[in-house]
């Protein structure tokens, strides 16, 4: 166990002199198994290791998911996702709020990336709230809410990333996000409406017109039907992940040329930008397995795992648990992050309670999305700041009714598994 300890010690100071995540944990596990089993074998699981965790053929999804985003989003859809929503529901109280969080589910199945589709939403949906006489606390609030999102709705790269950590089905992943990812957005319709009907900062928007909300709904139909193909796919079981991924990126690819909204350039800049995430995402899964294979002849997990058995502790305490260091791990860090360093341990440890392991990749990305949102390092706050230029301790007060409702919703999914698991049990 010494050399455990030394092994953290050393991956949490690569982490504070700013080394990438990947590469801190990588690097620690290699030493770690160098100390176990000498330089040569370490070398050797090592080649091993790395390859066969960055050569899987489910790993396919994550780069032709990422471009599938790019190709979409080059289309200028987040404009027109937040006009189309705010032409049917602008009009009232809080209207362009509730907008933004509509437009933000459609970004979410789009993006797969939370802090981009924040980013993405300040810029489209941040003005128009300001212009109508929002408040820069809830306006800010909304953006940045809205963004998490895209952690538990599919095709979320989150989801993509515990299933081939933990090795559990990314299409029953896909499929159990997203009822707690509609669950997640009417929580969050609702805290707006009830702000808008109990203050002043939320009042009405643009005059409602059904010839209007018609036409600018005309302009994201062919991309939503294309995200239901994709999803559809995967639930009715005529396509994997990956399948339907590259069906995902031919559909955008073609919308795109008919639509006008791509070029050459705008198709360049999507695949370099695809690729420049896919390497960090690969990085951070097989730098993860190396640390895990450390963790395999160390046996430190078993250990983990015969503490937990024999403390006693009913296991829904011990999940409440984890659940709490990954809340508190989401104030200082990104969502992959978190999954590379505590799927290792806590999935086992988990898994030996008897909880389902698709249930369990639901209730870990709610929990990693929350943490996106709470102070000190909540990333989505500080995007949202940035893009807005709202001061940052507005847009942290903007959020806590939004963080409360988070955390009761995450209490529902974790009292009622069904809630979660009856679509993939359908679909299976």
């Not at 800010?140 to 989150?158: D, F, K, M, N, Y």
């Not at 005309?218 to 990956?242: D, F, R, T």
């Amino acid at each position: 166990m010494l050399s455990f300890f030394v092994v953290v010690a050393l991956m949490a100071a690569l982490m504070m002199i700013r080394m990438p995540i990947a590469f801190a944990v990588g690097f620690s596990g290699t030493v770690g198994l160098a100390l176990q089993l000498g330089l040569h074998p370490a070398l050797a699981v090592l080649e091993r290791s790395y390859y066969h965790s960055a050569s899987g053929f489910i790993l396919v999804a994550i780069p032709l998911f990422i471009l599938m985003a790019h190709l979409l989003t080059a289309g200028d859809v987040t404009r027109r996702a937040f006009i189309a929503c705010q032409a049917w529901i602008g009009h009232a109280r809080g209207g362009l709020a509730m907008a933004a969080v509509g437009a933000s589910v459609l970004l979410a199945a789009l993006i797969g990336s939370s802090t981009a589709s924040a980013a993405a939403m300040g810029t489209a949906a941040f003005p128009e709230m300001r212009r109508y006489g929002y408040s820069d606390r809830l306006a800010s609030a909304v953006i940045s809410v809205g963004g998490t999102l895209a952690v538990v709705v599919p095709p979320s790269i989150v989801l993509v990333v515990y299933g081939v950590l933990t090795e559990t089905s990314i299409g029953a992943l896909f499929i159990a996000g997203i009822v707690p990812g509609l669950l997640t957005a009417l929580g969050l319709i609702a805290v707006v409406r009830f702000t808008a009907v109990t203050t002043d900062e939320a009042p009405k928007g643009p005059p409602f017109q059904f010839r209007r909300a018609i036409s600018e709904s005309s302009h994201i139909w062919p991309i939503s039907l294309l995200i239901l193909l994709v999803i559809g796919a995967i639930y009715g079981g005529l396509a994997s992940p990956s399948e339907a991924a590259a069906f995902g990126v031919l559909g955008a690819l073609v919308l795109g040329v008919l639509q006008r909204t791509i070029n050459a350039k705008g198709f360049s800049n999507a695949v370099s930008s695809a690729i420049k995430s896919t390497v960090m995402i690969i990085a951070i899964i097989a730098c993860s397995a190396i640390f895990a294979n450390y963790l395999a002849f160390t046996r430190v997990t078993h250990t983990i795992l015969d503490v937990v058995n024999d403390s006693g502790l009913p296991r829904y305490i011990i999940l409440m648990l984890v659940v709490l260091v990954l809340l508190l791990m989401g104030m200082l860090m990104d969502q992959l992050a978190i999954l590379s360093l505590t799927m290792p341990l806590a999935f086992p440890a988990i898994m030996a309670m008897d909880f389902d392991p698709v249930w369990f990749g639901i209730i870990v990305t709610k929990t990693v999305e929350i943490g996106l949102l709470t102070p000190p390092l909540g990333l989505n706050a500080y995007v949202a700041a940035g893009q807005t230029k709202v001061p940052l301790g507005t847009v942290f007060r903007g959020l806590v009714p939004f963080i409360i409702i988070d955390v009761v919703i995450l209490g529902i999914l974790i009292a009622f598994p069904e809630i979660t698991l009856f679509l993939p049990n359908m679909m299976n």
